[in-house]
């Protein structure tokens, strides 16, 4: 049995209105997950790189090893001898699902060296496993479109549906330089919301699948529109309304925070705007010198691939 290679995508969670249900795949940045059988037995992490030194190589303390190594009991195979390396490619704290991406990676990749005896979309109960580890929650918004690729809804952790993207749809996606734990981000927020913020949300939610699904534009755009979590998380980003601003002006369908922040994300209909709306949310943080990070996209319709 030869050495594997795999590759999972960052996501945008929430995506405006769905917390913790909706989120959507973007082409790159990304987690590498690198497996090679080896006759000493059981799962080891042998080298992790762009991770600073913060991540774990203990299995099980491991956002990556505790997803595979999920798969590997699911599938009495823990036995299995497998030297695993992870290639961290995105920050941690930057609110593009970095935990959900290495913890998809490492479930993808132990069941391709196994000839997948589970299908993709069975993988997620155990991707889930890393987030959890991760984040203390186990919410499926980043871990589900990493897995499979486009708008994904998972209402709960055995279902995911693909959500058809209308043409053309572009995410613009900001990272300024500093550094928000989902944890943290969860922390803050309350535990009620008000009758009118839920008939709002849930209005929005349904708008948004309905919109994309019929590629309703006009839907769209009046229903981008979170009322609940992203006022009670913009503090915790510098400049986030003068950003959002500048996107909109620009021409963008919406724009909000990406999972947990401090990323910010717009949605727009084609590259024209959705570069456009770039350059003017990174100019907000320049002007007020805060380094970012700028990533413009399709929808990613692959999810997790084996490179
Ligand atoms: N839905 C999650 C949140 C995404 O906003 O807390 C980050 O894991």
Request: proline share 5%.
């Amino acid at each position: 049995m030869t050495g594997i290679k795999v590759f999972a995508p960052a996501s945008v969670g929430n995506c405006i209105v769905g917390f913790d249900t909706l989120g959507l795949a973007l082409e790159r940045p990304g987690d590498e997950i690198i497996l090679t059988p080896t006759n000493r037995k059981g799962l080891r992490i042998t080298k992790i790189t762009g991770a600073k030194g913060r991540l774990p190589y203990e299995v099980e303390k491991n956002t990556a090893g505790i997803a595979a190594l999920s798969v590997l009991k699911h599938l009495g195979a823990e036995d299995m001898g497998i030297d695993m390396q992870i290639h961290k490619k995105m920050p941690f704290g930057s609110g593009l699902g970095s935990s959900a991406a290495s913890a998809v990676a490492g479930a993808f990749a132990v069941n391709i060296l196994l000839n997948q005896p589970l299908e993709k979309r069975k993988l997620l109960p155990f991707a889930l496993d890393g987030e959890e580890l991760a984040s203390g929650s186990r919410h499926a918004d980043n871990v589900a479109p990493s897995l499979i690729g486009g708008i994904v809804f998972s209402p709960n952790e055995h279902e995911v549906h693909r959500i058809l993207a209308p043409k053309g749809l572009m995410a613009t996606v900001i990272y300024p330089h500093i550094e928000i734990l989902t944890k943290d981000a969860r922390n803050i927020l309350s535990e009620t919301v008000t009758l009118k913020q839920m008939v709002q949300q849930s209005a929005n939610l349904a708008s948004f699948i309905i919109a994309c699904q019929s590629s309703n534009i006009g839907l769209l755009e009046r229903c981008m529109q979170d009322v609940v979590i992203e006022p009670q998380r913009a503090k915790l980003i510098p400049h986030f309304q003068e950003v959002k601003d500048a996107a909109l002006a620009q021409g963008a369908f919406g724009c909000s925070i990406s999972g947990a922040g401090p990323s910010i994300f717009a949605l727009s209909p084609n590259s024209f705007v959705a570069e456009n709306a770039a350059e003017a949310m990174q100019k907000i943080f320049s002007d007020n010198k805060i380094k970012s990070d700028l990533y413009i996209s399709q929808i990613n319709q692959e999810g997790v691939i084996k490179c």
